[in-house]
């Protein structure tokens, strides 16, 4: 059975940081994409960031880029997401996803993509 436990979801002021964690079980780790998405209610779901494990190639969305960074132990098959900086418009649900064919580096082909496999989600909430 394939696991995605995401976990570091809290509420924090602006300007603060939190690492998120995306653990995974049951997958050959380092052939899948682990991608990070957020959606925040009457918004569109929106993929931030994903890391390709085997090759280590990233991608950020314009929206996080300069202040959060994604990154992948293999070993402990865990994909990580700091981030920094943090507003109030970052305020969502954040869940990780796994797919073995998600291209990610630089860019991501296509823009919109169902991943193979998701998390149920863990809550950040940036407020003064």
């Known amino acids: 059975e394939v696991q995605l436990v995401e976990s570091g979801g809290a509420s924090v002021q602006p300007g603060r940081s939190l690492r998120l964690s995306c653990a995974a079980s049951g997958i050959i780790f380092d052939d899948y994409t682990i991608g990070w998405f957020r959606q925040a209610p009457g918004k569109e779901r929106e993929e931030i960031s994903c890391?390709?494990?085997?090759?280590?190639?990233?991608y950020y969305a314009d929206s996080v880029k300069g202040r959060f960074a994604i990154s992948s132990d293999n070993a402990k098959k865990t994909v990580y997401l700091q981030m920094n900086n943090l507003k109030p418009e970052d305020t969502a649900v954040y869940y990780c996803?796994?797919?073995?064919?998600?291209?990610?580096?630089?860019?991501?082909?296509?823009?919109?993509?169902?991943?193979?496999?998701r998390g149920q989600g863990t809550q950040v909430t940036v407020s003064s």
């Open positions: 996803a796994a797919d073995e064919y998600r291209f990610c580096s630089g860019i991501i082909d296509p823009p919109d993509f169902e991943y193979e496999y």
């Open positions: 890391i390709m494990t085997n090759k280590g190639s990233t």
